[in-house]
């Protein structure tokens, strides 16, 4: 059952991978508008320095945990997010479930021509499912109200959105609200590895939570800011959060100690303790 888990300050919501095509898959269906990000270490050391992420982070219908980071981090906080639900994974296995049903999609981003490579892979692989169009990434704010307005007019179930961290969240977040009946989802390199552009890392390696090490391996030149410094800088912010924690959680406990001596319940010479 999906319930929602605070992470460094971000609500999470946790769910099994097949709860969350459910969830989905039944949004999408009803028609309801909505905001859906997947994020991952990286997200979480961007939001760190960029406020409007963090407003487009607390604002989503549903934020899903992305990647080993954003689950090691949690575990160690006590909180764990236990599935890695990335967009990868996850929009495939949406298309498959709903593709009888009629499904449209529209694809938003990526360089010119990998949004129409990636949709015609979906289209093959899931026959049913609908391409209501696609429009690469590079157009300027003085063509975003005719993009807006052609993807009104296409009336796709759901907008997936590849603009990579912060972009694609900070777009969703201003412009969403002019695509009723549309769910837009932020879903980064997606159309990298659905136009095959991009390989993904084997099952194995996927299995042991490690494929960010072959993507490092894959694109070092351009991953290994993001995994190697980024790590770093994602684990000094979970180590933060829970010295944080710990003295807020002892602050707390020192100020009712004080006020029950104080009150006059238990004795201001020892510690606090309910079994004596």
Avoid at 243 to 253: C, F, G, V
Wanted: charged share 20%; net charge neutral; hydrophobic share 45%.
């Amino acid at each position: 059952m999906a319930d929602r888990i605070s992470f460094l300050n971000t609500s999470f919501d946790r769910m099994t991978p097949d709860e969350a095509v459910e969830l989905l898959l039944a949004r999408l269906l009803m028609r309801q508008s909505g905001r859906v990000y997947y994020a991952n270490a990286h997200t979480m050391v961007t939001a760190s320095k960029n406020p409007e992420l963090v407003d487009a982070l607390n604002q989503t219908d549903l934020l899903l945990a992305d990647g080993s980071g954003v689950r090691w981090g949690s575990a160690l906080l006590g909180q764990p997010l236990v599935y890695n639900l990335n967009g990868t994974d996850l929009v495939p296995a949406l298309c498959n479930a709903g593709a009888e049903r009629g499904l449209s999609v529209y694809l938003l981003g990526g360089k010119p021509g990998v949004a129409e490579e990636a949709a015609a892979n979906l289209a093959k692989a899931y026959p049913g499912l609908v391409i209501a169009g696609t429009r690469d990434g590079y157009f300027s704010e003085e063509e975003t109200a005719q993009v807006l307005k052609d993807i009104r007019t296409a009336r796709p179930h759901i907008l997936l959105v590849a603009m990579g961290v912060p972009l694609q969240e900070i777009w969703i977040n201003r412009y969403s609200s002019q695509l009723p009946g549309i769910t837009c989802m932020g879903v980064g390199g997606l159309f990298d590895f659905l136009a095959q552009r991009v390989r993904r890392a084997p099952g194995f390696i996927r299995a042991m939570g490690m494929e960010w090490s072959w993507r490092l391996a894959m694109e070092p030149s351009r991953m290994w800011k993001r995994y190697l410094v980024g790590n770093v800088v994602f684990f000094s912010l979970v180590a933060a959060h829970a010295l944080s924690s710990r003295q807020t959680a002892q602050l707390e406990k020192t100020a009712a100690y004080e006020y029950e001596a104080a009150d006059g319940s238990v004795s201001a010479n020892f510690p606090l303790s309910r079994t004596a």
